[in-house]
């Protein structure tokens, strides 16, 4: 069996192709199971955490924005079940970018080593936060039969296909800063602060129709404002926004692309700078 050689030249990347990145499927499966074990192996609030912190966001935003604010909800739905929802896709977010933005950096044995393409390592990365979205979403139906007292929707068979622009999203923001990370470490810090602004911005613990016309339409461009309407109609039979669903679809394509562009132009310098 003849063998495949791949040769890289200086100030050059390798081509990336669907069948490089299925040669190294299996290590692309090590590290992402290695981040896994390390998320949970001897810990004793490894899982407790990932289930109490979107119920605890949930009751902190509950009553902040619905019975200080006095912020309305969906009529027949109760008002921590939307926050749960925002909640439950915000945390998948935040965690794939805080998470996949310092994968280049934290693997740099690697990365000088031994040739890859290195785009497997942010991407593994982020699959832990695959875990902990599946155990919160256990939750999330737990509390369902709980307070709404029923069963979802056909609609909610749609629910799988919102994740889909809020991972594209996700992924190339961590594609683009991941790379920019590595030759400017400020970003480390500034995405923690970029988050935590963004969970306010967001339609999390509010419905987006609380907003006022005219700041909604400026709400309407961050993709996370469709990505949620959507949810919620797939859950709870929302009233769903076109715009805002255009834009979702439009600008996680844009962000996606994007970021794979700033990765494969950077990546020529990683081992150099990291």
Excluded at 21 to 28: A, D, N, P, Q, V
Excluded at 97 to 116: E, I, M, P, Q
Excluded at 124 to 146: E, H, K, M, Q, T
């Amino acid at each position: 069996m003849s063998k495949v050689y791949t040769i890289i030249e200086a100030g050059r990347v390798a081509p990336l192709t669907f069948r490089e990145l299925w040669r190294y499927r299996e290590l692309f499966m090590m590290l992402a199971w290695r981040n896994i074990i390390v998320r949970y192996k001897q810990t004793v609030l490894g899982v407790i955490w990932a289930l109490a912190r979107p119920l605890a966001t949930m009751a902190a935003f509950s009553v902040i924005f619905h019975r200080v604010a006095k912020l309305g909800g969906v009529s027949g739905v109760p008002y921590p079940m939307l926050v749960f929802s925002g909640v439950l896709l915000w945390q998948f977010f935040a965690g794939m970018v805080s998470t996949g933005c310092d994968a280049l950096v934290g693997n740099r044995g690697l990365v000088t080593k031994v040739y890859f393409p290195r785009v497997i390592i942010p991407v593994s990365g982020v699959i832990v936060c695959v875990v902990d979205f599946l155990l919160a979403l256990i939750v999330f139906i737990g509390a369902y039969a709980i307070w709404c007292r029923g069963v979802f929707s056909w609609r909610a068979a749609l629910f799988p296909l919102v994740l889909l622009p809020l991972v594209m999203c996700a992924l190339g923001i961590v594609l683009g800063l991941s790379a920019l990370n590595v030759h400017y470490r400020d970003f480390r810090h500034v995405v923690p602060f970029l988050l935590q602004l963004g969970l306010f911005v967001s339609p999390v613990g509010f419905v987006g129709t609380a907003i006022p016309g005219t700041w909604r339409v400026l709400a309407q461009l961050n993709p996370l404002y469709g990505i949620i309407g959507m949810a919620r109609w797939s859950l709870f039979g929302a009233a769903v926004e076109p715009t805002a669903v255009l834009v979702a679809a439009v600008g996680s394509l844009l962000c996606l692309t994007l970021g794979f562009l700033i990765f494969r132009s950077q990546e020529k310098g990683f081992s150099d700078y990291i």
